[in-house]
């Protein structure tokens, strides 16, 4: 008998237990400390604040994953610099890791990963786009 098949997946044979992320930082990621700032709104990222907690403050198992913005509508990928930094707090992520659909590694930056900002709040003060005030 095969795993039942996901009907959003690119893959019809990836089963529904994965879950999707890339497995490095793609060159425009604002997890990336080498990358320039102004590219999301301020606005974009309190939006995206939702998908990522901290110590003793995890979001919960049903909080959306934060992800890649390369990937296409509809068949997203959780960002591996947000998983690297900040995904071992979301209650979902350890879930999945727990349950085998996703391997821990992805909740380490990889040997030849660019340097990674340490939490959302230190990437979003760097990377958000602020209008100039007159």
Do not use: N
Request: aromatic share 8%.
């Amino acid at each position: 008998m095969t795993a039942p098949q996901h009907p959003h997946c690119d893959d019809p044979a990836e089963p529904i237990e994965s879950v999707r992320h890339r497995k490095f930082p793609c060159a425009e990621c604002p997890w990336r400390r080498d990358t320039a700032p102004g590219q999301f709104s301020q606005d974009r990222f309190d939006y995206l604040a939702a998908t990522t907690g901290s110590p003793g403050q995890e979001v919960w198992l049903d909080a959306p994953l934060f992800a890649c913005h390369k990937s296409p509508e509809g068949h997203e990928e959780a960002c591996a610099g947000w998983l690297a930094t900040v995904g071992y707090y979301h209650l979902g992520v350890r879930l999945a890791v727990h349950s085998k659909r996703l391997d821990p590694a992805a909740l380490e930056a990889g040997p030849d990963w660019p340097e990674l900002h340490t939490s959302y709040s230190d990437m979003v003060e760097a990377k958000a786009h602020r209008p100039e005030t007159p």
